[in-house]
């Protein structure tokens, strides 16, 4: 993962009211939650700053309600932010003109929907060519791109159904296909999963997680199922209430809760199936340690190697020792 | 909370005490107080509204100049087009296609036969593929020949087919330009509003007098009758879309344009295809209408054998319109619910269009066929079969031998039931009228609905026809209870027996169908001329909404409730009245509330059986072409039925949020 960021918000309001940056201005573009309350304004998101990098999975997580989709709506400005600004690929977001925003949304973005929002009056195969139709790309072209795209997403021989055809497992796998159709560079998907049973869930995570591993594109991540956000994340933002509470790797927020809201969320999950050695070693260097294992392995599957051998070296990826762990600081984790 | 409620009942019983106190008394406490206008409105006070509108016409078509054109320009401008299409299509159904002028035209073309009309509508069956619904159309398209109906129907036919698309077309642009624009939205929606409550007699008027006698002024009034609900639907449509289904447009890059026609217009087109089916029947209700402005065809034969007391021959021509309603109505539904299935193989132009090509070659083996044999070009005249001796026979015998039950039935209903209302309505002094109609306004509504109702119904009174207002009231009010009382019921019926749902569906449906004038025929054969008449048509036109509404009021209960109160120990009456009645409440209300509405504007067109009211005022501005009388009158009706239209709509909402039920 390269650490250039592909998208930048910069202090983004986004204020529901009768004259919301006017508001914000008398207020020093900083007014209280409860001076936007009692003023008649509602508070979509409150003073969010992120950055995005190149190829990662950043998963924003909150309940109904806590701004993460305005967020996403602001970065593809299909909502304009009450104030702040949006780079993308160091552009301003802000400043482009309603066709250049089209162009960008034709060649660099795609953005999967909740409850799928396919067209009822297309088929699979012209819901996922319609991005390109748009563009005016012909017929044959688009179709021969569609067909691409179909077997990526696992349609075959479905390509000239109605969506109310599919089971929804398979509407959203054309909804994912229609992102896909532009090979944008930015992904947006906003709970993706969220109208899906259980099951079907899994399985479309994990097929998700193997189409990034093939295409790597940059991915926006909405999801209110913090079990989600820690199986597809490399980044996670947690936002409440319009803002953005922690910014960091599902680690740092298992271990450093911002906080109660973030502890609440993190306490109930199987911490040694998601922690890596890493976050619990310890960092002076015990060289006499005849068993070694990963900093990267999950604490559960060297566990038994820990509580019989009492004390365990941890090793780099290029297997320079770069600490230890032992029996007590194990038993001390499993514990808490 | 307990104190509030208390003190509405002591206000609203003696309120209620003193209305009745009113009317017993107003006439003697007037003359005591020697002021008479207590009870009568003075005439020299009332505002000529009806001279001011009709001189503002007379300059608009005389006078008026847009520097480049005058106004008489732009109405010819807008016949023309018209004109063109019509005159094309009339050719192709009905007249053919001539050379020459008048008497001495000599037809070069043949107009389609009876046989490749019913082959047009055969084809457009088939595509539903229903084959009940080809069987009733192909059947009702040869009742028009069989029953010698044939000539006028490709009239109304022809008119219908030019007034349905500009309808719809028309229709669906303002749509979506109210649904661009708030402002738009926000202008266009209260003249909808009076679009639809003012009676189409008040505005007959003023199209004759821009657009002259003729078919074209009678497609402009059917186009203006029909399109409101075609805006409506398509901003209804355009506005419930899912806000995601938008967003995924946009992302996919989207112009505006793309996004309006690509994505929003094909995902609105069910409930697209249902305000299309409206206009269609909206259009065909004016058929008998738009015939006193010059329409032809099946209308003008009702409306003169009206005239002439000719019973067999309205009731023919009434069928025949009937029939086309029908087979109309139920095509375009069936086109509205077509299911879109999975195109399994990709198809070639001619498996695409294979019935369309069948078709073309039909209509041309049928024309040449018919240069030689004249049954495909006509329907042979021996063959046809006459109804009108019948339905007069029909209507005598009855008479003959039922008048005395019919009578008694009459004057029993006249003097115990309309007389008391008409003489209540009459009694009330105006201006305690106008303030208990404002208390009721605010009670619902708050101040906006209580200014509402004050501005109304000032406007009526100072108008001069209060008391023409009074006695539309109460053939409003007659007709309404009675329906209520007949409609309530059945509307419960069918909310309970899923098998009476059915055959009420189908007999409220068909009455839903036929225009609104198809009822005047057979009341007037039965109970002659008069308010009793103009009431029973109005009661069996205004009936479908009150059984339609009850019954889904009733019905519609969350399945849950209808569990916990069985669970409780209901016993079945239990369960309708103390739980499905009072939960379908706000519902049974609208419904009401659409019989209202469906009264108020059959009454108008009951003014052709003499009755005294608005629809009289309106009437008779028509016939002596006086545009401000008609379109004065048209309002207070329209301004009558918004202010019950606002009213129980604010009382249903209430309720509904109190229950809190969407």
Redesign the interface.
């Given at each position: 993962m390269s650490l250039s960021p592909k998208l930048i918000c910069k202090n983004v309001w986004k204020l529901y009211g009768d004259n919301p940056k006017e508001f914000l201005k008398s207020h020093n573009n900083n007014p209280d939650k409860e001076i936007i309350k009692k003023s008649g304004y509602i508070q979509a998101i409150r003073n969010a700053s992120l950055e995005v990098y190149e190829n990662e999975i950043l998963v924003i997580m909150g309940l109904s309600g806590s701004g993460k989709s305005t967020l996403v709506?602001c970065m593809?400005r299909?909502v304009d932010p009450t104030i702040g600004e949006i780079f993308f690929e160091n552009i301003d977001m802000g400043k482009l003109s309603?066709n250049e925003l089209?162009?960008i949304?034709?060649?660099k973005?795609?953005?999967v929907?909740?409850?799928f929002?396919?067209?009822?009056?297309?088929?699979v195969i012209e819901n996922i060519a319609?991005?390109l139709?748009?563009?005016g790309i012909k017929r044959k072209e688009r179709e021969k791109s569609a067909l691409e795209i179909i077997d990526l997403v696992g349609l075959q021989g479905r390509e000239?159904?109605?969506p109310?055809?599919l089971s929804g497992g398979q509407q959203q796998r054309v909804?994912i296909g229609?992102?896909l159709?532009?090979k944008p560079e930015l992904w947006?998907l906003d709970e993706p999963f969220s109208a899906l049973d259980p099951l079907i869930r899994k399985e479309m995570q994990n097929e998700f997680l193997k189409i990034q591993n093939s295409l790597k594109k940059t991915i926006i991540f909405i999801t209110h199922d913090f079990d989600e956000a820690i199986k597809l994340a490399d980044r996670i933002i947690i936002m409440n209430e319009g803002r953005i509470v922690q910014i960091g790797s599902p680690e740092d927020l298992i271990m450093k809760p911002a906080d109660d809201y973030v502890k609440e969320f993190t306490e109930d999950l199987p911490r040694e199936r998601l922690l890596s050695v890493k976050s619990i070693m310890d960092t002076k260097k015990e060289p006499n340690n005849s068993s070694t294992v990963y900093e990267d392995e999950k604490i559960f599957s060297i566990l038994e190697k820990v509580l019989s051998e009492g004390s365990v070296s941890v090793l780099d990826k290029s297997n320079n020792i770069i600490g230890s762990l032992n029996k007590e600081t194990v038993s001390k984790f499993i514990n808490n | 909370m307990q104190k509030k409620k208390l003190s509405n009942k002591i206000i609203f019983i003696s309120l209620t005490v003193l209305t009745f106190f009113l009317y017993w008394y107003g006439k003697e406490i007037a003359n005591y107080l020697d002021s008479k206008w207590l009870v009568k409105y003075p005439k020299h006070y009332s505002f000529p509204f009806a001279i001011y509108t009709s001189t503002f016409v007379k300059w608009l078509i005389n006078d008026a100049n847009f520097w480049l054109f005058t106004f008489n320009d732009l109405t010819r401008f807008f016949a023309w087009i018209i004109e063109q299409p019509y005159n094309i299509v009339l050719a192709i159904f009905s007249k053919g296609i001539l050379k020459g002028q008048g008497q001495d035209a000599i037809q070069i073309m043949e107009p389609l036969s009876w046989i490749s009309v019913v082959g047009i509508f055969f084809t457009l069956a088939l595509y539903t593929r229903d084959k009940f619904l080809i069987i009733l159309v192909v059947l009702s398209i040869v009742y028009l020949a069989v029953f010698d109906q044939w000539q006028s129907s490709m009239i109304t036919l022809s008119s219908i087919i030019i007034a349905v698309p500009i309808g719809v077309v028309l229709g669906i642009l303002l749509g979506i330009l109210s649904y661009k624009s708030k402002i738009l939205e926000k202008i266009i929606t209260p003249i909808l509003d009076l679009m639809q409550t003012v009676p189409v007699f008040a505005y007959l008027v003023p199209i004759l007098v821009m657009f002259g006698f003729g078919p074209v002024s009678a497609l402009i009034a059917t186009i203006i009758y029909a399109m409101p609900p075609m805006v409506r639907t398509t901003l209804l449509a355009l506005n419930s879309i899912d806000p995601q289904l938008k967003e995924s447009g946009l992302m996919s890059g989207c112009t505006e344009r793309q996004l309006m026609w690509k994505v929003l217009i094909p995902v609105s087109k069910p409930t697209l295809l249902i305000g299309v089916n409206q206009v269609i029947m909206l259009s065909l209700n004016m058929v008998i209408i738009a015939s006193m402005i010059g329409a032809g065809g099946l209308g003008y034969d009702v409306l003169a054998s009206l005239r002439r007391l000719d019973i067999g021959g309205g009731i023919e021509s009434g069928i025949a319109i009937v029939v086309i309603a029908i087979a109309l109505d139920r095509l375009s539904q069936s086109f509205a619910n077509l299911p879109t299935l999975s195109k399994k193989t990709q198809k070639t132009f001619f498996t695409k269009y294979k019935k369309i090509i069948f078709l073309i070659f039909y209509i041309i083996g049928i024309y040449i066929l018919g240069n030689f044999f004249t049954f495909f070009k006509l329907f042979p005249e021996e063959l046809m079969i006459n109804t009108s001796l019948f339905w007069e026979e029909l209507v005598k015998y009855i008479n003959i031998n039922y008048f005395d039950n019919l009578e008694s039935f009459k004057i029993t209903l006249l003097t115990f039931f309309m007389l008391p209302i008409k003489k209540f309505f009459l009694g009330i002094p105006w201006p305690w009228f106008i303030f208990i109609i404002t208390i009721i306004g605010w009670y619902f509504g708050k101040t906006k609905l209580a200014l509402l109702c004050l501005m109304m119904s000032i406007f009526i009174v100072t108008t001069g026809l209060w008391e023409k207002a009074m006695i539309t009231l109460y053939l409003c009010g007659s007709s309404v209870i009675i329906a209520s009382i007949i409609g309530i019921p059945l509307g419960i019926w069918a909310g309970l027996s899923s098998r009476a749902n059915k055959i009420l569906t189908a007999f409220i449906d068909t009455l839903q169908t036929l225009p609104s004038f198809v009822y005047l025929i057979p009341v007037v054969m039965l109970f002659r001329v008069g308010d009793f008449t103009a009431m029973i048509a109005v009661i069996l036109y205004a009936l479908a909404p009150a059984v339609r509404y009850t019954a889904h009021g009733v019905k519609n209960i969350n399945n849950q409730i209808v569990e916990a109160a069985l669970i409780s120990g209901c016993s079945q009456r239990q369960l309708l009245f103390k739980i499905r009645l009072p939960l379908a409440l706000p519902e049974i209300l609208l419904g009401i509330n659409q019989t209202i509405m469906l009264a108020l504007s059959m009454l108008v067109i009951t003014a052709l059986v003499g009755t005294r009211d608005l629809g009289q005022e309106v009437y008779i501005g028509l016939t002596k072409a006086d545009i401000g009388r008609g379109l004065v009158a048209g309002l207070c009706v329209a301004f009558i039925s918004i202010i019950a239209d606002r009213i129980i709509k604010a009382g249903s909402n209430n309720l509904k949020n109190k229950y809190g039920i969407k």
């Amino acid at each position: 993962m390269s650490l250039s960021p592909k998208l930048i918000c910069k202090n983004v309001w986004k204020l529901y009211g009768d004259n919301p940056k006017e508001f914000l201005k008398s207020h020093n573009n900083n007014p209280d939650k409860e001076i936007i309350k009692k003023s008649g304004y509602i508070q979509a998101i409150r003073n969010a700053s992120l950055e995005v990098y190149e190829n990662e999975i950043l998963v924003i997580m909150g309940l109904s309600g806590s701004g993460k989709s305005t967020l996403v709506r602001c970065m593809s400005r299909l909502v304009d932010p009450t104030i702040g600004e949006i780079f993308f690929e160091n552009i301003d977001m802000g400043k482009l003109s309603k066709n250049e925003l089209i162009e960008i949304r034709r060649h660099k973005m795609g953005m999967v929907f909740q409850h799928f929002a396919l067209f009822p009056h297309r088929t699979v195969i012209e819901n996922i060519a319609f991005p390109l139709e748009v563009q005016g790309i012909k017929r044959k072209e688009r179709e021969k791109s569609a067909l691409e795209i179909i077997d990526l997403v696992g349609l075959q021989g479905r390509e000239n159904y109605f969506p109310k055809e599919l089971s929804g497992g398979q509407q959203q796998r054309v909804g994912i296909g229609r992102s896909l159709a532009v090979k944008p560079e930015l992904w947006f998907l906003d709970e993706p999963f969220s109208a899906l049973d259980p099951l079907i869930r899994k399985e479309m995570q994990n097929e998700f997680l193997k189409i990034q591993n093939s295409l790597k594109k940059t991915i926006i991540f909405i999801t209110h199922d913090f079990d989600e956000a820690i199986k597809l994340a490399d980044r996670i933002i947690i936002m409440n209430e319009g803002r953005i509470v922690q910014i960091g790797s599902p680690e740092d927020l298992i271990m450093k809760p911002a906080d109660d809201y973030v502890k609440e969320f993190t306490e109930d999950l199987p911490r040694e199936r998601l922690l890596s050695v890493k976050s619990i070693m310890d960092t002076k260097k015990e060289p006499n340690n005849s068993s070694t294992v990963y900093e990267d392995e999950k604490i559960f599957s060297i566990l038994e190697k820990v509580l019989s051998e009492g004390s365990v070296s941890v090793l780099d990826k290029s297997n320079n020792i770069i600490g230890s762990l032992n029996k007590e600081t194990v038993s001390k984790f499993i514990n808490n | 909370m307990q104190k509030k409620k208390l003190s509405n009942k002591i206000i609203f019983i003696s309120l209620t005490v003193l209305t009745f106190f009113l009317y017993w008394y107003g006439k003697e406490i007037a003359n005591y107080l020697d002021s008479k206008w207590l009870v009568k409105y003075p005439k020299h006070y009332s505002f000529p509204f009806a001279i001011y509108t009709s001189t503002f016409v007379k300059w608009l078509i005389n006078d008026a100049n847009f520097w480049l054109f005058t106004f008489n320009d732009l109405t010819r401008f807008f016949a023309w087009i018209i004109e063109q299409p019509y005159n094309i299509v009339l050719a192709i159904f009905s007249k053919g296609i001539l050379k020459g002028q008048g008497q001495d035209a000599i037809q070069i073309m043949e107009p389609l036969s009876w046989i490749s009309v019913v082959g047009i509508f055969f084809t457009l069956a088939l595509y539903t593929r229903d084959k009940f619904l080809i069987i009733l159309v192909v059947l009702s398209i040869v009742y028009l020949a069989v029953f010698d109906q044939w000539q006028s129907s490709m009239i109304t036919l022809s008119s219908i087919i030019i007034a349905v698309p500009i309808g719809v077309v028309l229709g669906i642009l303002l749509g979506i330009l109210s649904y661009k624009s708030k402002i738009l939205e926000k202008i266009i929606t209260p003249i909808l509003d009076l679009m639809q409550t003012v009676p189409v007699f008040a505005y007959l008027v003023p199209i004759l007098v821009m657009f002259g006698f003729g078919p074209v002024s009678a497609l402009i009034a059917t186009i203006i009758y029909a399109m409101p609900p075609m805006v409506r639907t398509t901003l209804l449509a355009l506005n419930s879309i899912d806000p995601q289904l938008k967003e995924s447009g946009l992302m996919s890059g989207c112009t505006e344009r793309q996004l309006m026609w690509k994505v929003l217009i094909p995902v609105s087109k069910p409930t697209l295809l249902i305000g299309v089916n409206q206009v269609i029947m909206l259009s065909l209700n004016m058929v008998i209408i738009a015939s006193m402005i010059g329409a032809g065809g099946l209308g003008y034969d009702v409306l003169a054998s009206l005239r002439r007391l000719d019973i067999g021959g309205g009731i023919e021509s009434g069928i025949a319109i009937v029939v086309i309603a029908i087979a109309l109505d139920r095509l375009s539904q069936s086109f509205a619910n077509l299911p879109t299935l999975s195109k399994k193989t990709q198809k070639t132009f001619f498996t695409k269009y294979k019935k369309i090509i069948f078709l073309i070659f039909y209509i041309i083996g049928i024309y040449i066929l018919g240069n030689f044999f004249t049954f495909f070009k006509l329907f042979p005249e021996e063959l046809m079969i006459n109804t009108s001796l019948f339905w007069e026979e029909l209507v005598k015998y009855i008479n003959i031998n039922y008048f005395d039950n019919l009578e008694s039935f009459k004057i029993t209903l006249l003097t115990f039931f309309m007389l008391p209302i008409k003489k209540f309505f009459l009694g009330i002094p105006w201006p305690w009228f106008i303030f208990i109609i404002t208390i009721i306004g605010w009670y619902f509504g708050k101040t906006k609905l209580a200014l509402l109702c004050l501005m109304m119904s000032i406007f009526i009174v100072t108008t001069g026809l209060w008391e023409k207002a009074m006695i539309t009231l109460y053939l409003c009010g007659s007709s309404v209870i009675i329906a209520s009382i007949i409609g309530i019921p059945l509307g419960i019926w069918a909310g309970l027996s899923s098998r009476a749902n059915k055959i009420l569906t189908a007999f409220i449906d068909t009455l839903q169908t036929l225009p609104s004038f198809v009822y005047l025929i057979p009341v007037v054969m039965l109970f002659r001329v008069g308010d009793f008449t103009a009431m029973i048509a109005v009661i069996l036109y205004a009936l479908a909404p009150a059984v339609r509404y009850t019954a889904h009021g009733v019905k519609n209960i969350n399945n849950q409730i209808v569990e916990a109160a069985l669970i409780s120990g209901c016993s079945q009456r239990q369960l309708l009245f103390k739980i499905r009645l009072p939960l379908a409440l706000p519902e049974i209300l609208l419904g009401i509330n659409q019989t209202i509405m469906l009264a108020l504007s059959m009454l108008v067109i009951t003014a052709l059986v003499g009755t005294r009211d608005l629809g009289q005022e309106v009437y008779i501005g028509l016939t002596k072409a006086d545009i401000g009388r008609g379109l004065v009158a048209g309002l207070c009706v329209a301004f009558i039925s918004i202010i019950a239209d606002r009213i129980i709509k604010a009382g249903s909402n209430n309720l509904k949020n109190k229950y809190g039920i969407k």
